[in-house]
């Protein structure tokens, strides 16, 4: 099975790429790993004139330290995620959440910056993105702006990625000390995307109390989401097992839960967010206390 | 424009020049340009492991590869496993505990399996499951596959020497 025929350009700096995307608009698409895109080519669903390969552009790959926040660039695999061990130190839900990812083929070639612009809304990274309160950076003609997590998922397969610029990086800001995190996924049995996903980051202050969290949403609706209610259930308490499971009864609230005949019921994934979410925050708040 | 373009690609160690439209996924070139056809294909779309090779030592699905992009990286297919005429040792694991029906998983397998040995020598079951777990067979129940990765991996100390024990 062929794609329909191409146009194939290998850019050697952002700039070019850019210039690329300019000048060929939407005629064009953008090639990370493929995993999303070359299959939905292979389909016809989307049948570009031109590929603008990022693979050889350099500086948009690797993993490192600024300033004590983590940037990660968009060409980055989710095998290169897993195992980071400077990610396993200082970020470790997103080595939790890569190694979750399909399967070793697929996480060897597919890039984070290809799985957030692509935005899946069962793809496992937006949660965790969302949850840690990232940024993204977009790279244009009129050069390069950070758009937050919580204005970046607009919709199904939407972002805020405009059509004439590259997401460059991604960048993850640091999280107190007492702070524990999990990414809790339930994975369709065929495909291994989520059926819902569960991103909790959470702060525990010297008194046990809950100063800071982060709870991300991904699958059950369309696109991901912060979970607000689960969020302010936990400002301030004490975390015992009552106040978790009653903030994570509100992990569907504001999530735009589908009904699918192939992912399950509105009932169905409404339950399951809030299974996932009570066992992301218990797993979380554990790795706070340690 | 739809011409062909001339690739240089190392397989199995060796040089290939071909010249293909950059379209045909890596998948259709090993087969129909190069005459490799021991890389299967199945679904075609990422999602049954049947067309795995090693780029670089890591198992990578060909049919959602381009050639273009993996001038300079080393391919391996299962056809760069035997050496000398001798079984690889998960080949010859293979082969004596009937780890292939059908066969056609087989080639994908063998190569996740040789990617896990050289990363982990002597892996648990829970690691063989999850380095094949983008491998589906829908013959044997994976059971007998499990074995024979565990078989080859006991008894692979120094590599080499295994298929000479096992004759
Ligand atoms: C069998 C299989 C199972 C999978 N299972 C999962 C799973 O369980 N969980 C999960 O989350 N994902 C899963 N995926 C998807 C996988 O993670 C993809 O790799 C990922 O969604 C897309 O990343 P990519 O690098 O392959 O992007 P590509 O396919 O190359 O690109 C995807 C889209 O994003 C655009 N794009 C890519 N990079 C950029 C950039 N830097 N800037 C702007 N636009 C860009 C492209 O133009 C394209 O439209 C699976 C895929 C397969 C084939
Ligand atoms: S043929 Fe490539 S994964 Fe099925
Ligand atoms: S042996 Fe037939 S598919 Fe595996």
Redesign the interface.
């Known amino acids: 099975?062929?794609?329909?025929?191409?146009?194939?350009h290998t850019p050697s700096s952002i700039q070019e790429a850019i210039s690329l995307l300019t000048r060929l608009k939407d005629d064009a698409k953008l090639?990370a790993g493929?995993?999303s895109l070359?299959?939905m080519m292979?389909?016809r669903l989307a049948q570009p004139k031109h590929l603008i390969?990022l693979?050889?552009v350099p500086g948009l790959s690797g993993i490192k330290e600024q300033g004590g926040a983590i940037a990660i660039g968009a060409l980055t695999t989710h095998?290169q995620v897993e195992s980071s061990a400077l990610l396993k130190q200082k970020c470790p839900i997103l080595p939790e959440t890569a190694a979750q990812i399909?399967?070793?083929?697929?996480r060897?070639?597919g890039t984070i910056g290809g799985s957030v612009a692509h935005a899946d809304p069962a793809a496992d990274y937006p949660a965790a993105v969302v949850a840690l309160g990232a940024e993204l950076v977009a790279e244009g003609p009129k050069g390069r702006r950070a758009i937050k997590a919580d204005d970046f998922f607009k919709g199904l397969l939407t972002t805020a990625i405009q059509p004439d610029e590259i997401l460059v990086e991604i960048r993850f800001p640091s999280w107190p000390a007492g702070t524990g995190m999990s990414y809790m996924k339930f994975p369709h049995p065929a495909?291994?995307f989520a059926v819902v996903g569960v991103a909790a980051v959470v702060t525990v202050d010297g008194k046990g109390a809950c100063s800071k969290a982060g709870v991300g949403i991904t699958g059950a609706g369309t696109k991901a989401v912060r979970a607000k209610g689960v969020e302010a259930a936990l400002a301030g308490k004490t975390l015992d097992a009552a106040t978790i499971q009653a903030a994570a009864e509100k992990a569907a609230d504001g999530v735009d839960v589908q009904d699918d005949p192939l992912q399950g019921s509105v009932e169905y994934k409404t339950h399951l967010l809030k299974v996932y979410c009570r066992r992301a925050l218990e797993a979380a708040l554990a790795r706070a206390k340690k | 424009m739809a011409g062909k373009v001339l690739l240089t690609l190392n397989v199995n160690g060796e040089q290939y020049e071909v010249a293909v439209p950059v379209h045909k996924t890596l998948l259709e070139v090993l087969r129909e340009d190069m005459g490799l056809i021991g890389t299967k294909h199945g679904c075609e779309l990422g999602e049954c492991g049947t067309c795995t090779l090693l780029v670089d030592g890591r198992p990578v699905l060909s049919c959602l590869a381009l050639p273009i992009e993996l001038q300079g990286c080393d391919i391996v297919t299962v056809e760069g496993m035997a050496s000398g005429g001798r079984l690889h040792p998960l080949q010859q694991a293979f082969a004596e505990l009937g780890a292939a029906q059908c066969g056609y998983c087989t080639p994908g397998i063998l190569l996740s399996a040789q990617a896990l040995l050289a990363e982990v020598p002597k892996p648990t079951r829970q690691q063989i499951r999850a380095a094949l777990a983008g491998n589906l067979c829908r013959c044997t129940g994976y059971t007998k596959i499990l074995d024979a990765v565990e078989l080859a991996a006991l008894r692979t100390d120094g590599a080499a020497d295994v298929a000479e024990a096992t004759r």
Do not use: E, I, T
Not at chain 1, 102 to 106: F, K, L, R, T, Y
């Open positions: 099975m062929y794609p329909a025929q191409f146009d194939y090639l493929g995993h070359v299959p292979k389909l390969d693979r050889k095998y399909g399967d070793p083929q697929v060897n070639m495909s291994r």
